[in-house]
């Protein structure tokens, strides 16, 4: 069983309201909603960490050589490229004609 402590915290009445309106709607004691809402944000944190890592290691030049290169598929029927005017990746927006291949379906 895992071990537990209490631990007394003071809210702005506001927060207070609003955690007990979202713990209602959620259907969770106030208490789960606010260990649940406090356990997320380590694990933000590891996740922004692992990422950064991950993006210290990279290597940007492999990279791009993978993603110029010809040939390949056209993806499956729900894997396409978005038509949207969102920002797009580094490599689509340095090499339009990848982008052409892949909207060719």
Same mark, same amino acid.
């Given at each position: 069983?895992? @071990? ?7 809210? $702005? ?6 955690? @007990? ?20 944000? $380590? ?11 991950? *993006?210290?290691?990279?290597?940007? *030049?492999?990279?791009? *050589? ?15 490229? $978005?038509?949207?005017?969102? *920002? ?18």
């Amino acid at each position: 069983m895992t @071990e537990t402590m209490t631990y007394s915290l003071r809210l $702005p009445r506001s927060l207070k309201r609003a955690v @007990e309106r979202q713990s209602e709607e959620d259907g969770t004691s106030v208490n789960q909603f606010v260990a649940t809402a406090v356990a997320e944000k $380590p694990s933000a944190l590891q996740t922004a960490a692992f990422f950064a890592d991950r *993006k210290a290691r990279a290597d940007f *030049k492999a990279f791009d *050589k993978l993603m110029k290169r010809r040939g390949g598929t056209v993806p499956r029927t729900g894997d396409e490229m $978005p038509d949207s005017k969102t *920002k797009t990746a580094r490599h689509v927006r340095n090499n339009p004609s990848w982008l052409c291949v892949w909207r060719s379906n």
